[in-house]
C-alpha cells in the first residue's frame, strides 16, 4: 500500500498522465506556520484523502502514512494567487488603444495580459460583456503556466476570464490536476471588471467614463430584469415576456465585483462606485495602497496587490524625467501591504504582471523588507485571499478538514533563496521540477 | 471713441499717398538710446530724419500733434508663420513644410501672401515686421524678414534670407498630447533612428562642402546645384541655422553640431535653458523665445515655466528675441513680452527683444530696430506701454508710410455693432 | 509627494490654525466687481466673507495679513475647462449623455494647481466635444489635495455638454480617427440628433408617467427599465439640468435656440459662440449666455470669423457673457490676461472686463450666491495680486478657496529647490542595481 503510494507520488511529480491518488501523508517534526495561529516550531501534520486530518505539536501518525521527515522544513498553507491566469490560454495578441490620458503611474498589469474568452464581443446591446463565461470553463490542464506555478510554490489560483469591461466570473482551483472539473474548488467567485480604453474606434463604451457609465447601466439593468422575471414569475399572464439576458444572468450570478484601482484617487473613485452599485466589492492593483489605506479600512473594502511593483520603463529614455509622483509611488508601492496591514485592511497578492512565477517570492519580499510582518505577508498569499473570496472554509490555513494544500520550504518562505521542497496539492506531494531550458521546438 | 475716430480720420487721409511729416509733442523711446519726452521726430520720405527735444520741423513736413503719445520703433516677431498660412486646419491654405528632408533652396519670401487677413491682423498690436519662417524636414527653407505692409512679396522683403531653418533629427521617445495620439516608442529604436538621421545630415554637410570646394575651383562642365548652392552663405557664416531645440538634449545637440560644422547658429523655442546659460552668452549664441502661452514643459515643471525663460536668459547676458511660431499669435507678442516682465525680465530689455535685439540677430538692425537717424521709419503711435493690453495703438507707420490698423476683426467688430 | 506635499502648503504658518480659520486682510485694494472698490480690509470667517470695509479693525481671534498695498478680487471662474478629470471624451456615440465627468474627477491632475496658481477657484469641467450630445459635466472648487468628492462644487446645478459643428460632424467625414463613420457629417446632421435626442427623451418621459399612472390604478405593469442615456435629456426638458453648448457659426448657434426652443427648453451657455456677435440679439433673446476665447481664431474654417470684440459685443447686447479657457487648449493662467485683452478689444472697463472671468460665468453656472464676486456673506473664494490683476505684470500671491489658503506663492518658490532635490534623490535611489550578467557561467 505504502509502496503504491509512493510510486503514484513519483508518477505525479514526474508529470506523468496519470491520475494521482490522495492517501495518507504525514509531515514529522516540521516547522509549521498554519496562518490562522501561532506557529509550531516542531509539529506534526497529517493529511488523509486530500483533506488535512489533524495538526499539532504531537499529533499521532498513523501507522499507514507516508511520513516526510519534517526536520529543517517549514511547511505553509498552500500559497494563493489572488487574481491569476494560470491555466487559461494565453489570447492572441491584440492592438492596443492609444495609453488613457491622464497620469497613471499605476495601471494594473493584469490589463497588459488579455487572454482569451469565448465571445469576444459580447451578446448583442451588451458589448464588452463575457459576464457569464467562467475562468472554470477555459481551464486547461496541460498548461506549462500550472507546472511553473506550482514550482513556485503556488497550489491554487484564482483566475479571470479575459479582458472585457465585464470579463467574467473567476474560479478558483488547484493548479495541479489531469481533468479541470476535478481541479476546480469554486467556479464563481466574483466578476472582473477591467477598462479597455479604446479611444474612438471600437464602439461604446471607449473611454473611462463611458465605461463606467456603462457599468452602471449593466447593474440597472440587472436589477430591472430580476424584478421584472419576478413579477412575471409570479403570474406570467397579461406581462409581456422579458427577454433572456445571460449577459444580465452572468452578473447576477456574480458573488462579488472585482474594480481596478492603482492611484489613489482611482481607489477613492472605485470605493464610491462599488458602494453605489450595492456590490460586494474587491479592489485590484494597488499600487498606491500606501496613500489609499485609510480609504480602504473606512469603507472595509478589500485589495488584491499586484506583486508586479511598478518600475521604470526597461529601456527608458535616460533624458525624460520621471515626475516626482512617479518617482514616489514606485520607491513607496512596496510599503503598500505593510500600510494595509496597520490600516486593518484584508489584503492579498497576485502575480499580475510578474513573468517568471520563480520572481514572485522575490517580489513579496520586497514587501516585507518595506515594513510588512511574515505573519501577515503569509496571510495575504494564504488565508487573506481565501477570506476575499469566501473560500476560507475549505482554504488558505492548515486546519483539520481544510484541502490538504501545502507549500514547504527548505527555510524560510520570505528568504528568496531558501528553496522549495514540494507542494502538497490536494494531498498529493509535488516536487518542483528542474529549471529547463524553454521549448524550443515543438 | 472721439480717439478712435480722430486715429481712422487720420489714417484714411494719409493712406492713399505717403507724404513727409513730424510727430510734435511725442515721448520717442528710440530703444538704442533712453527715451525723450515732449520731442519732435522727424520722418522725411521712408526714413527717420531726426528727433529730439527741439527738433524743428523741415519745411513741407506734415505736423502731427502727438502730445501725450508715445512712439516707438514697429515690434518685431522673430518666428512666424504669417503669409504662409490661412486657416490652421486647412490643409490647402499651408505652405509651411514642404517634402523631403534637405530644402536650404526653398524661400519663404515668394510664397508669402501678401493678402492674408493675418497680417493686417498682427499688425494692430504694434508688429511691424516678422521673420517667416518655414518648416519640414531637417533643413526646411530660408526664413525672410518681412515687412507687414505692402502690395507685393519684393515690395516687403526686408531680409530674403535671414536665416536658414533647421530642425536635428529628434531623439523623443514620447509623443506629448493629452488628448490624441500620445504614443511611446521605444529609446533603441529613437536611438537607431536618430543614428541613421544623423548620419544623413552630417552627409548632406559634407556634400555642401564638397560643392564648395568644387565651386572654388570649377571644373570643365560644372554645373550648379541649387540646393547645395542655398547652403553656402550658412557655411560661409554670412547667414545663421536656426535650429528648433526646446529640450535640453535637442540643444546640446545642436550647439555641439554648430561647434563641428562651425557654423553659427539662432536656437529657437528653448525652453530648457538652465544648463546653458554660461555657455550660451559665452559662446553669443542668440536664442528666439518659445512660444510663451505653451504649459510647462513636464508635472514637475514650475507654474512659472517657460515666462521666467526669458529673465534667465537676460540675467545671463544671452541676446534673445520674442517669437510666435503662429499665425494667430503674432499680435499676442508684446503681451507675451509683459508676461515675461511680470516675471523678472526688465521692461526696457522686454522692448529691445521685441525691437532692436530681434533686428540684430537677423543682421537687419541697420535698418529696422530702433529709431534712429537715417533708419527706416517703422513706427507706431501709443497712449501708453505697448506691451499692456490696456494701451491702445493708434497710429503706425511702414517704410515712413502711414499703415492702416483696420483688419478683418475691426471690419466685422464695425459691421456688426450695426447689428446690436 | 505632490498632494502631500502641497497639503502642507496649505498651511501658511502654525498661526494659522489657532486663528481658527478667521483672516483679516488689511491694507488692500478690495476690486469686488460688483460693488465697486474699497480700499480697506476684509475679513474672513469660517469660510465665507464676513466684512469688507475701508475702516475694519481686525478682531482678535482673526490672524492678520497686511496686503501692503495689493490687490483682491474675487476667485476666478472657469466656465469651461478641461482639467481635473481622467477622460474628457466619449467619442465612439453622437449622444453620450450617460458618461460623467464625476465619475472620472482626478484631483491628482497638475493642471488643477497651475489653474488655481492663476487664480481659478471653480472650473465647470465639461466633457469633450467630439460628439453632439456630450457627457454631464462637474462644477468643481480647484481644492487641490483634496478628493474628487471634496473637490465637486456642492449644490452647483448639474449640466451636461452639447457640441455643434465641425467637430461633431467630423466622424462622418471619413476623417475620424477610427476610420469608421458617423452620423452626422453635416450641420443638418447635427440639428437631427439633437431633435432625435429629445424626441426620445420626451416619449421616455412620457412612458415613465404611463407607469405611474397605470401603477396608481393598481394594475399589474413592468416596470420601465431606467435609461441613463435618456434621463439626463429628460432633467434638460424639465429645466433641471443646464445646456452648455459648444458652437462656433452663428447659423449653427440659431438652430440650437431654436430647436431647444421646439421642446420648450433653453440653452444655458454657448461655449465658445465665436459668431455669436452676429446673432447676439437672438441670443439675449433666449436667454443664453455666451462664455468665448479672448482672441483665438483661424484654427480651423468656422472660427474664420472669431474676432476678439465678441466679448464685448455680446455684452453690450445684453448677453450674459463670460471668458473661457477650454484649458488645456488654452490655459488657466491666461484668464486674467484675457479678461485684460477686452480692455483694447471693445475697451470694457475694469469691472466688465473682471465680470467677464468672474460674477459672470458664476452666474451662467447659477452659483452666484456663492461665488464670483466679493461680498459679504459668499464664500472667500479671494485671490491676492501684488498689482492689478488687469495689469500683465501683475503676479497672484495667494489663492483662498472657502477662506483657506490652497495657493501660497513664496511657499511655492521654496518648495521648487527641496522638489527637485527629493526627486534627484529618488532617482539615485531607484536606479537598478547593476545586474551581474545573467548568461555567466551558464551554458
Not at chain 3, 454631464?136 to 474628487?148: L, T
Amino acid at each position: 500500500m505504502q509502496k503504491l503510494l509512493v510510486s503514484t507520488v513519483l508518477l505525479a511529480a514526474a508529470g506523468l498522465a496519470q491520475s494521482p491518488v490522495a492517501g495518507v501523508l504525514a509531515i514529522r517534526g516540521a516547522h509549521l506556520h498554519p496562518a490562522s495561529g501561532p506557529s509550531l516550531p516542531n509539529g506534526n501534520i497529517v493529511l488523509r484523502n486530500g483533506l488535512i486530518e489533524s495538526i499539532g505539536p504531537n499529533v499521532p501518525i498513523p501507522p499507514e502514512a507516508f511520513v516526510v521527515d519534517g526536520a529543517g522544513l517549514q511547511v505553509y498553507p498552500g500559497l494563493i494567487d489572488a487574481l491569476s491566469t494560470w491555466g487559461l490560454p494565453a489570447a492572441p495578441a491584440r492592438p492596443t488603444a492609444a495609453p488613457a490620458p491622464g497620469p497613471s503611474p499605476a495601471t494594473p498589469a493584469v490589463l497588459e495580459r488579455p487572454i482569451q474568452t469565448l465571445d469576444e464581443g459580447g451578446p448583442e446591446e451588451r458589448p464588452s460583456n463575457n459576464s457569464w463565461v467562467r475562468a472554470a470553463d477555459l481551464l486547461d490542464p496541460r498548461l506549462a503556466t500550472l507546472a511553473a506555478a506550482r514550482n513556485a510554490g503556488y497550489t491554487t489560483a484564482i483566475s479571470f476570464p479575459g479582458a472585457n469591461v465585464f470579463s467574467g466570473q473567476g474560479s478558483a482551483y488547484n493548479v495541479a490536476g489531469t481533468r479541470s472539473r476535478q481541479m476546480v474548488i469554486e467556479e464563481g467567485v466574483g466578476q472582473m471588471i477591467t477598462f479597455p480604453v479604446r479611444g474612438f474606434g471600437g464602439g461604446f463604451p471607449g473611454s473611462l467614463m463611458g465605461i463606467i457609465s456603462y457599468i452602471r447601466q449593466i447593474f440597472s439593468d440587472a436589477a430591472h430584469y430580476r424584478s421584472s422575471q419576478a413579477l412575471y414569475a409570479k403570474d406570467p399572464r397579461g406581462l409581456p415576456r422579458p427577454p433572456y439576458d445571460r449577459a444580465l444572468d452572468g452578473v447576477i450570478a456574480s458573488p462579488r465585483l472585482l474594480l481596478p484601482a492603482g492611484r489613489l484617487a482611482e481607489i477613492d473613485r472605485m470605493i464610491r462606485f462599488g458602494q453605489e452599485l450595492q456590490q460586494p466589492l474587491v479592489l485590484y492593483g494597488g499600487a498606491e495602497s500606501f496613500r489609499g489605506a485609510a480609504l480602504l479600512a473606512a469603507a472595509k473594502v478589500p485589495m488584491l496587490v499586484n506583486l508586479r511593483w511598478p518600475e521604470a520603463e526597461r529601456d527608458a529614455d535616460p533624458f525624460v524625467k520621471d515626475s516626482l509622483r512617479v518617482l514616489e509611488t514606485r520607491d513607496l508601492a512596496p510599503t503598500g501591504p505593510a500600510v494595509l496591514a496597520k490600516a486593518g485592511v484584508k489584503f492579498a497578492f497576485y502575480s499580475g504582471g510578474v513573468e517568471r512565477p520563480a520572481d514572485l517570492r522575490k517580489a513579496v519580499k520586497k514587501a516585507v523588507d518595506a515594513g510588512l510582518s511574515k505573519e501577515d505577508a503569509l496571510k495575504a498569499l494564504t488565508l487573506y485571499p481565501a477570506q476575499i473570496f469566501g473560500l476560507d472554509n475549505r482554504l488558505g490555513s492548515l486546519e483539520p478538514g481544510k484541502i490538504a494544500n501545502l507549500t514547504v520550504i527548505e527555510g524560510d518562505l520570505f528568504d528568496d533563496r531558501a528553496k522549495l521542497k514540494f507542494t502538497i496539492i490536494d494531498g498529493v506531494k509535488y516536487e518542483p521540477a528542474p529549471e529547463t531550458a524553454p521549448e524550443t521546438n515543438r | 471713441m472721439q480717439r478712435m475716430l480722430l486715429a481712422a480720420a487720420l489714417v484714411t487721409a494719409a493712406l492713399t499717398y505717403a507724404e513727409d511729416f513730424a510727430l510734435r509733442g511725442v515721448t520717442v523711446h528710440p530703444i538704442s538710446a533712453p527715451e525723450i519726452p515732449n520731442a519732435v521726430l522727424v520722418v522725411t520720405g521712408d526714413r527717420i530724419a531726426a528727433f529730439g527735444p527741439k527738433q524743428t520741423i523741415p519745411k513741407g513736413h506734415r505736423i502731427i500733434e502727438a502730445k501725450g503719445l508715445h512712439v516707438y520703433p514697429g515690434m518685431i516677431d522673430s518666428a512666424s508663420v504669417l503669409g504662409l498660412s490661412e486657416i490652421g486646419s486647412v490643409r490647402e491654405t499651408q505652405d509651411i513644410e514642404e517634402l523631403g528632408d534637405f530644402n536650404p533652396q526653398l524661400r519663404t519670401m515668394i510664397a508669402f501672401n501678401p493678402g492674408s487677413e493675418h497680417i493686417p491682423v498682427s499688425r494692430a498690436s504694434g508688429i511691424t515686421a516678422s521673420l517667416v519662417v518655414p518648416s519640414g524636414g531637417f533643413i526646411g527653407g530660408q526664413a525672410a524678414m518681412m515687412h507687414l505692409d505692402g502690395w507685393t512679396w519684393e515690395e516687403m522683403t526686408v531680409a530674403p534670407s535671414a536665416a536658414m531653418q533647421m530642425r536635428l533629427p529628434s531623439q523623443e521617445t514620447t509623443v506629448t498630447g493629452r488628448a490624441f495620439g500620445a504614443g511611446r516608442r521605444t529609446f533603441a529604436e529613437v536611438r537607431r533612428r536618430y543614428e541613421e538621421q544623423m548620419q544623413q545630415v552630417r552627409l548632406f554637410f559634407e556634400q555642401a562642402r564638397a560643392y564648395q570646394a568644387r565651386k572654388a575651383n570649377p571644373a570643365l562642365g560644372f554645373k550648379p546645384d541649387l540646393r547645395l548652392e542655398a547652403m553656402m552663405p550658412v557655411l560661409a557664416g554670412k547667414t545663421p541655422l536656426m535650429i528648433v531645440a526646446p529640450k535640453e538634449r535637442a540643444i546640446r545637440d545642436a550647439m555641439a553640431f554648430a561647434e563641428r560644422e562651425k557654423v553659427r547658429i539662432v536656437l529657437a523655442g528653448v525652453r530648457e535653458v538652465d544648463p546653458f546659460l554660461e555657455e550660451l552668452a559665452r559662446k553669443k549664441i542668440p536664442v528666439v523665445l518659445p512660444d510663451l502661452y505653451q504649459v510647462p514643459l513636464e508635472e514637475d515643471a514650475s507654474i512659472d515655466d517657460p515666462l521666467d525663460v526669458p529673465a534667465k536668459l537676460a540675467k545671463a547676458g544671452v541676446a534673445f528675441a520674442f517669437g510666435s511660431y503662429n499665425i494667430e499669435r503674432p499680435r499676442n507678442l508684446p503681451f507675451q513680452a509683459a508676461n515675461a516682465v511680470g516675471h523678472g525680465l526688465p521692461h526696457e530689455t522686454a522692448m529691445r527683444a521685441l525691437t532692436l535685439g530681434a533686428a540684430e540677430i537677423w543682421g537687419v538692425a541697420d535698418r529696422i530696430g530702433s529709431l534712429e537717424a537715417g533708419k527706416l521709419a517703422d513706427l507706431i503711435l501709443t497712449d501708453g506701454d505697448p506691451l499692456e493690453p490696456r494701451t491702445q495703438i493708434r497710429q503706425m507707420w511702414i517704410l515712413g508710410k502711414p499703415v492702416s490698423l483696420e483688419n478683418r476683426h475691426t471690419r466685422l467688430y464695425e459691421q456688426y455693432k450695426k447689428r446690436l | 509627494m505632490n498632494r502631500r506635499l502641497f497639503l502642507s502648503s496649505l498651511v501658511l504658518a502654525p498661526s494659522l490654525a489657532a486663528a481658527g480659520g478667521s483672516f483679516f486682510i488689511k491694507n488692500a485694494k478690495i476690486l469686488t466687481v460688483t460693488k465697486g472698490r474699497v480700499d480697506g480690509a476684509l475679513l474672513i470667517r469660517d469660510g465665507k466673507i464676513a466684512a469688507i470695509g475701508a475702516n475694519l479693525t481686525a478682531p482678535a481671534d482673526a490672524l492678520t495679513l497686511d496686503a501692503e498695498g495689493g490687490y483682491l478680487m474675487p476667485g476666478i471662474v472657469d466656465c469651461h475647462a478641461h482639467v481635473g478629470a481622467d477622460a474628457i471624451n466619449e467619442g465612439t456615440i453622437s449622444v453620450s449623455s450617460m458618461v460623467r465627468i464625476e465619475d472620472v474627477l482626478a484631483p491628482d491632475d497638475v493642471q488643477i494647481y497651475r489653474g488655481l496658481a492663476a487664480g481659478v477657484t471653480t472650473s465647470n469641467v465639461l466633457h469633450g466635444s467630439a460628439n453632439t450630445i456630450g457627457g454631464q459635466c462637474s462644477v468643481v472648487k480647484m481644492r487641490w489635495g483634496k478628493s474628487a468628492t471634496q473637490m465637486v462644487f456642492a449644490g452647483a446645478k448639474p449640466g451636461i455638454k452639447f457640441a455643434l459643428g465641425e467637430n461633431v460632424k467630423r466622424s462622418g467625414g471619413g476623417t475620424n480617427f477610427s476610420g469608421t463613420l458617423r452620423y452626422p457629417a453635416t450641420r443638418m446632421g447635427v440639428e437631427d440628433v439633437v431633435r432625435e435626442a429629445f424626441n426620445d427623451a420626451r416619449a421616455y418621459q412620457r412612458q415613465r408617467d404611463e407607469y405611474q399612472t397605470r401603477l396608481a390604478k393598481g394594475e399589474r405593469v413592468l416596470p420601465p427599465r431606467r435609461d441613463f442615456k435618456l434621463e439626463p435629456l429628460v432633467e434638460v426638458l424639465e429645466g433641471r439640468r443646464l445646456v452648455h453648448a459648444h458652437c462656433y457659426r452663428s447659423d449653427e448657434i440659431l438652430m440650437l435656440l431654436r430647436a431647444a426652443e421646439e421642446f420648450g427648453f433653453r440653452i444655458r451657455t454657448l461655449q465658445h459662440g465665436l459668431e455669436a456677435y452676429k446673432v447676439a440679439k437672438e441670443i439675449a433673446k433666449h436667454g443664453a449666455g455666451v462664455s468665448t476665447f479672448a482672441d483665438s481664431w483661424s484654427y480651423k474654417i468656422e472660427a474664420y470669423d472669431a474676432i476678439p470684440y465678441n466679448a464685448a459685443l455680446c455684452m453690450k447686447a445684453g448677453v450674459l457673457t463670460s471668458l473661457n479657457t477650454d484649458a488645456p487648449v488654452t490655459q488657466q493662467r491666461h484668464l486674467l490676461q484675457d479678461a485684460a485683452k477686452t480692455l483694447r478689444y471693445g475697451q470694457l472697463t475694469d469691472d466688465e472686463a473682471l465680470s467677464l472671468i468672474t460674477i459672470n460665468p458664476a452666474r451662467q453656472l447659477m452659483i452666484e450666491d456663492r461665488v464670483g464676486s466679493l461680498e459679504v456673506g459668499k464664500d472667500a473664494d479671494i485671490v491676492f495680486t501684488d498689482k492689478h490683476p488687469l495689469s500683465l505684470y501683475a503676479k497672484v500671491r495667494k489663492v483662498f478657496i472657502d477662506g483657506e489658503v490652497y495657493f501660497d506663492r513664496e511657499q511655492d518658490i521654496r518648495q521648487r529647490a527641496e522638489r527637485a532635490e527629493r526627486r534627484k534623490a529618488l532617482i539615485e535611489k531607484l536606479k537598478p542595481a547593476a545586474r551581474p550578467s545573467q548568461k555567466k557561467g551558464a551554458r
